[in-house]
Structure formats: C-alpha cells, structure tokens
C-alpha cells in the first residue's frame, strides 16, 4: 500500500467565562507530521491570543491509500 498524506486538521476545545461548557475550534490544512513542540507552541499563542483555557486537542491525519 501506498500512503500519501492528504491533510491535516486540529480541533481545540476551549473554555472562557463567554464559553464556559467549551467551545471548539478547528484549525485545518495543519503540516503533514507536527511536532508535540509545534503543537505546544501553537496552543500558547491561542491562549494568549484569546485569553482562553485549552481543554483538549484532537489530531486528525488523512492519508490517501492506493495498491502498488
């Protein structure tokens, strides 16, 4: 089989005094193998851009498969 990478998408759910049972946000078109840095690096600048409070983070990959 052959794998290539088709994309990435990010769901962050998030918590503030407006969202207090949470609210999601999807970032999409994330690079194909980011790093847990990348990643932390990236959850600090929306909590300090919004002023929220990350509760969990999903990573989906997408991959297109095909027979060799």
């Known amino acids: ?3 290539q990478f088709k ?3 990010l769901q962050v759910k ?3 005094e407006r969202h207090p ?3 999601i946000r999807t970032f999409n078109n ?3 193998n ?3 840095d990348q ?3 990236f959850l600090d600048a929306i909590v300090i851009l919004t002023g929220e409070t990350v509760q969990n983070i999903t990573l989906t990959n997408a991959e ?3 027979h060799d």
């Open 1 to 3: 089989m052959k794998h």
């Open 7 to 9: 994309s990435n998408k």
């Open 14 to 16: 998030v918590t503030s």
């Open 21 to 23: 049972d949470g609210l």
């Open 30 to 32: 994330i690079c194909p």
């Open 34 to 36: 980011p790093s847990d």
């Open 39 to 41: 990643i932390t690096l």
């Open 64 to 66: 297109t498969l095909a």
